[in-house]
């Protein structure tokens, strides 16, 4: 008779690999340290969230008004 795998368990892993604590966590690539996307500058925060970049669109200048009628004592950047 053929000894069978439980359906669960991956196959092309061995078990030696998915007991060890190391291995097994060397295994898991899904959830990738992440970190250091914000790397501050002033001028690529004035371009893109500033008054004069606000301005120059539709979009932009909805959000104005809408800042505005709330009362928001800061429009923009």
């Known amino acids: 008779m053929l000894s069978r795998t439980p359906a669960f368990l991956p196959t092309c892993i061995p078990p030696a690999w998915s007991s060890s604590p190391i291995l097994g966590s ?8 992440r970190g250091n996307e914000y ?3 002033q001028r690529k925060r004035k371009r893109k969230h500033g008054f004069l970049a606000r301005k120059r669109s539709l979009g932009g200048r909805k959000i104005l008004v ?12």
Not at 26 to 33: G, I, M, N, T, V
Not at 66 to 77: A, D, E, F, V
């Open 26 to 33: 060397l295994l898991q690539l899904r959830h990738a340290q």
């Open 39 to 41: 790397q501050p500058s």
């Open 66 to 77: 809408r800042r505005m009628t709330k009362g928001r004592k800061y429009l923009s950047h």
